[in-house]
């Protein structure tokens, strides 16, 4: 039910009995917050948000206050204000003096409101948090010096990923965020997405750098390549503000090339590879009637961490092939390296990637060989950014090369795996070409319009009715599961899971970003690089199908279960 309320001496409507906070941010009202998330019930944890209602002797805090008809509410009194910068200062009293190198200088929303605030000086002063950074995990580090206790990592980490890494210990003035028995994340339930730096608001958690690496190697004289992930190009277009038309894979090749990279490779044709084995994988188990079944997506290192931990039983439903990180690390030390002549140890393999976990897939024992890994560092797109910047180059205004020879080619399909539900449809799309299919544009996976949404469609494929559904999140593939084995359904035979919501559009190495509205813009420049007149589905791609007939009956291409 709709009511008006004054706000500021403006009338507006809102709905009676909702958040007081959204029917201000949806009237254009800008009012700060650190605690609040979209999507969450209000903790009123920060008080940032706290507004002036006429007939209170106290400020109230907007996002936990229902709306009520008649209200009179002001957003900028300077009790309000004041109120507000002395929150602000009481939290940069013990903060660290490091915003100069910090990872997230000018990305911090602490730094942000300190100027929004006016705050100049430090006013008050107390002593410096204790604890230790913790840097034993291979993708997340956490420094809880830096944490302001907005409760956001847990609450992601909690009712989102189900996994509850890292929670509240101690309490009142006491009270921190640790892992269990303050024993590090690297032996702690964490599955490695990354989600908690995504909404961190501060560089509370940040991920492991390879930077350094990086350019340990390009300044060694190795031969660096890079193989880059569709959907990195997709999020670069997007945070640069160009068009898929720009050819951001050129530019990016260019740039590459000026730093020191010995090659550039397009990881599309790896993609490629990794769809074509996982439909035949799957032809398999339903031409079997195997009880594998539904077989479960293993491209998201985070959700084969899940399963592993809290699943054990559904590790035979994982489809056992390489991710494409790691099908294009093989390519590159074997096929590559071989064709070339060139020692395999002399090459330094570098993928960039939108996902914190492909650092920890990186690590795994099964990809490295004879004591050489197949991929030697992992960048993320904010590590690339940080790259490109400290060698002064701009893909605004950088000339086009194209990738090298000879993974210089993709399928449009290679985009697909860059949100829920566009892996789903590549593999089904190869299943109607293995199992005989005749119509192959007979139909269309639709998108939820909830980003944690889930989506189910069965799909006649010759004298066989096969069932897809994707989801992305794990509190919703948990829930999935869950439904599925209470009704005991048998009709999935497909399930394909990404760890971030939206799939990699919302991965955690992703440009930090409020909210989803850029998740939604990687989405769709995902779906529309996918028009770009390429060949529209993985076994059009020549070279992936030509890999694939060599190479997929190999064990150094099959996946392993990592311990």
């Given at each position: 039910?709709?009511?008006?309320?004054?706000?500021?001496?403006?009338?507006?409507?809102?709905?009676?009995?909702?958040?007081?906070?959204?029917?201000?941010?949806?009237?254009?009202?800008?009012?700060?917050?650190?605690?609040?998330?979209?999507?969450?019930?209000?903790?009123?944890?920060?008080?940032?948000?706290?507004?002036?209602?006429?007939?209170?002797?106290?400020?109230?805090?907007s996002c936990s206050y229902p709306?009520?008809?008649?209200?009179?509410?002001?957003?900028?009194?300077?009790?309000?204000?004041?109120?507000?910068?002395?929150?602000?200062?009481?939290?940069?009293?013990?903060?660290?003096?490091?915003?100069?190198?910090?990872?997230?200088?000018?990305?911090?929303?602490?730094?942000?409101?300190?100027?929004?605030?006016?705050?100049?000086?430090?006013?008050?002063?107390?002593?410096?948090?204790?604890?230790?950074?913790?840097?034993?995990?291979?993708?997340?580090?956490?420094?809880?010096?830096?944490?302001?206790?907005?409760?956001?990592?847990?609450?992601?980490?909690?009712?989102?990923?189900?996994?509850?890494?890292?929670?509240?210990?101690?309490?009142?003035?006491?009270?921190?965020?640790?892992?269990?028995?303050?024993?590090?994340?690297?032996?702690?339930?964490?599955?490695?997405?990354?989600?908690?730096?995504?909404?961190?608001?501060?560089?509370?958690?940040?991920?492991?750098?390879?930077?350094?690496?990086?350019?340990?190697?390009?300044?060694?004289?190795?031969?660096?390549?890079?193989?880059?992930?569709?959907?990195?190009?997709?999020?670069?277009?997007?945070?640069?503000?160009?068009?898929?038309?720009?050819?951001?894979?050129?530019?990016?090749?260019?740039?590459?090339?000026?730093?020191?990279?010995?090659?550039?490779?397009?990881?599309?044709?790896?993609?490629?590879?990794?769809?074509?084995?996982?439909?035949?994988?799957?032809?398999?188990?339903?031409?079997?009637?195997?009880?594998?079944?539904?077989?479960?997506?293993?491209?998201?290192?985070?959700?084969?961490?899940?399963?592993?931990?809290?699943?054990?039983?559904?590790?035979?439903?994982?489809?056992?092939?390489?991710?494409?990180?790691?099908?294009?690390?093989?390519?590159?030390?074997?096929?590559?390296?071989?064709?070339?002549?060139?020692?395999?140890?002399?090459?330094?393999?570098?993928?960039?990637?939108?996902?914190?976990?492909?650092?920890?897939?990186?690590?795994?024992?099964?990809?490295?060989?004879?004591?050489?890994?197949?991929?030697?560092?992992?960048?993320?797109?904010?590590?690339?950014?940080?790259?490109?910047?400290?060698?002064?180059?701009?893909?605004?205004?950088?000339?086009?090369?194209?990738?090298?020879?000879?993974?210089?080619?993709?399928?449009?399909?290679?985009?697909?795996?860059?949100?829920?539900?566009?892996?789903?449809?590549?593999?089904?799309?190869?299943?109607?070409?293995?199992?005989?299919?005749?119509?192959?544009?007979?139909?269309?996976?639709?998108?939820?319009?909830?980003?944690?949404?889930?989506?189910?469609?069965?799909?006649?494929?010759?004298?066989?009715?096969?069932?897809?559904?994707?989801?992305?999140?794990?509190?919703?593939?948990?829930?999935?599961?869950?439904?599925?084995?209470?009704?005991?359904?048998?009709?999935?035979h497909y399930l394909e899971v990404?760890?971030?919501?939206?799939?990699?559009?919302?991965?955690?190495?992703?440009?930090?970003?409020?909210?989803?509205?850029?998740?939604?813009?990687?989405?769709?420049?995902?779906?529309?690089?996918?028009?770009?007149?390429?060949?529209?589905?993985?076994?059009?791609?020549?070279?992936?199908?030509?890999?694939?007939?060599?190479?997929?009956?190999?064990?150094?291409?099959?996946?392993?279960?990592?311990?």
């Open positions: 039910m709709e009511c008006k309320i004054t706000v500021n001496n403006k009338t507006i409507v809102a709905r009676e009995g909702g958040s007081l906070l959204s029917a201000l941010q949806q009237n254009g009202f800008k009012i700060p917050t650190l605690c609040h998330m979209n999507r969450f019930s209000p903790t009123g944890a920060c008080r940032l948000c706290v507004v002036e209602v006429e007939g209170k002797q106290d400020l109230i805090t709306v009520e008809e008649g209200m009179k509410v002001s957003t900028n009194s300077q009790r309000v204000i004041r109120a507000r910068k002395s929150l602000v200062e009481l939290l940069l009293s013990n903060h660290p003096y490091d915003c100069l190198y910090c990872q997230r200088n000018g990305h911090c929303e602490l730094q942000w409101l300190a100027e929004e605030m006016n705050v100049k000086e430090r006013k008050y002063f107390a002593g410096k948090l204790s604890d230790f950074p913790d840097y034993s995990s291979t993708s997340v580090a956490r420094d809880p010096a830096k944490c302001v206790l907005c409760s956001r990592c847990v609450r992601i980490c909690e009712e989102v990923q189900l996994v509850t890494a890292i929670d509240f210990i101690s309490r009142g003035n006491q009270t921190k965020v640790n892992s269990a028995f303050r024993k590090g994340l690297n032996v702690s339930s964490c599955i490695h997405c990354g989600q908690c730096i995504q909404v961190c608001p501060t560089a509370a958690l940040v991920d492991i750098s390879h930077l350094e690496k990086v350019q340990a190697a390009l300044a060694s004289g190795k031969k660096v390549t890079f193989a880059i992930s569709p959907s990195v190009i997709a999020s670069l277009t997007a945070e640069l503000r160009l068009k898929p038309k720009d050819m951001v894979i050129n530019r990016l090749t260019a740039a590459l090339k000026r730093l020191g990279a010995s090659m550039v490779f397009d990881m599309g044709t790896a993609i490629d590879i990794n769809v074509m084995e996982e439909a035949r994988q799957l032809a398999e188990r339903i031409q079997n009637k195997e009880e594998k079944l539904p077989m479960l997506s293993s491209c998201c290192p985070s959700w084969v961490r899940y399963v592993g931990d809290a699943r054990p039983h559904m590790s035979d439903h994982l489809a056992k092939v390489k991710s494409p990180q790691h099908i294009a690390g093989s390519l590159i030390k074997k096929v590559y390296a071989k064709d070339n002549d060139i020692p395999a140890d002399d090459i330094y393999t570098v993928t960039v990637m939108p996902c914190v976990a492909k650092k920890y897939e990186s690590s795994w024992e099964q990809n490295t060989h004879k004591g050489i890994a197949e991929v030697d560092s992992v960048l993320t797109v904010r590590e690339l950014f940080r790259l490109l910047r400290s060698f002064g180059l701009s893909l605004e205004h950088m000339e086009e090369e194209k990738p090298d020879a000879p993974f210089s080619q993709s399928s449009a399909a290679a985009f697909k795996p860059g949100y829920s539900g566009g892996k789903a449809e590549a593999v089904a799309r190869e299943l109607f070409r293995i199992m005989g299919g005749k119509n192959k544009e007979s139909f269309r996976f639709l998108q939820p319009k909830n980003l944690a949404g889930k989506r189910e469609i069965h799909i006649t494929i010759g004298r066989n009715t096969v069932g897809f559904a994707w989801v992305s999140s794990i509190a919703e593939a948990e829930k999935y599961l869950r439904e599925l084995e209470d009704e005991k359904r048998d009709d999935i990404m760890a971030c919501l939206a799939g990699c559009a919302g991965g955690g190495g992703q440009p930090i970003s409020r909210g989803f509205e850029q998740v939604r813009t990687r989405k769709k420049i995902c779906i529309d690089m996918e028009k770009s007149g390429k060949p529209g589905h993985a076994a059009e791609n020549p070279l992936a199908m030509k890999l694939f007939d060599k190479y997929h009956f190999k064990e150094n291409m099959i996946w392993e279960e990592p311990e």
